[in-house]
């Protein structure tokens, strides 16, 4: 059983173009992030919800809107996409949004914008 | 914000050698994750150590949070312990953010 699940896993698309990118979780946890890894590997935090709030909005575009329909779920969506976007995103989860909490990984989703 | 910096960038080792990663912060923090992510992009928790010293296998991992530092020890090392290895600081108190430190990547030689 997949513990947090990221659809796609590869998505090439159109510079302009709006797409979206799923998460789910299904260990029971309150909180949910969204990460930007860069071509150097560098991981950056661009959205945090815990039990469906926004926690931390990082210096984020506004093309990128985060909605979480319910706790086991944080989707993004990205409008008017640009070549800079293109990275690994990845989707993570925590019982809650505190310290002594470990971070669950998804598995990542590759965007390359043409 | 907290700086996270982590040391060496990269590393190759051959298989068998043992090595120390180390992760600096600029502040006092009450918590401290490594993680590895695999030459697949998959990203796996290591160790969850605020302070003291954990073992796992050949890994372990030492925070001493007073003087702002954590090390990852990797003994006799596999072709699959390659990757990037992160430290992260999760979300503490008031303090929300997540920060991952600069990552070391590693190469493991046959």
């Known amino acids: 059983d997949t513990a947090v699940s990221q659809t796609p896993k590869y998505l090439v698309t159109q510079m302009g173009n709006d797409k979206s990118i799923k998460c789910e979780q299904n260990?029971?946890?309150?909180?949910m992030y969204w990460y930007k890894q860069d071509s150097k590997k560098f991981l950056k935090i661009m959205f945090s919800y815990n039990n469906k709030e926004l926690i931390i909005n990082e210096t984020v575009p506004n093309r990128f809107s985060p909605k979480s329909p319910d706790k086991a779920h944080l989707n993004l969506h990205i409008n008017s996409l640009e070549l800079g976007d293109s990275a690994v995103y990845f989707c993570?989860?925590?019982?809650?949004?505190?310290?002594?909490?470990?971070?669950?990984f998804g598995p990542g989703t590759r965007l390359l914008v043409l | 914000g907290i700086q996270v910096e982590q040391s060496p960038p990269d590393l190759i080792l051959q298989e068998g050698a043992n090595s120390t990663l180390r992760c600096n912060f600029s502040d006092s923090v009450n918590n401290l994750q490594w993680f590895h992510q695999n030459p697949w992009g998959q990203l796996i928790n290591l160790f969850y150590i605020p302070s003291g010293t954990k073992q796992n296998g050949r890994l372990s991992a030492t925070t001493v949070a007073t003087e702002r530092y954590s090390l990852l020890y990797i003994s006799s090392s596999q072709t699959t312990d390659s990757g990037v290895y992160f430290c992260?600081?999760?979300?503490?108190?008031?303090?929300?953010?997540?920060?991952f430190g600069t990552g070391t990547k590693l190469q493991v030689i046959p």
């Open positions: 993570a989860s925590s019982r809650e949004n505190r310290r002594q909490e470990t971070q669950y």
């Open positions: 260990l029971g946890h309150d909180t």
């Open positions: 992260v600081l999760p979300p503490s108190g008031g303090y929300q953010k997540v920060t």
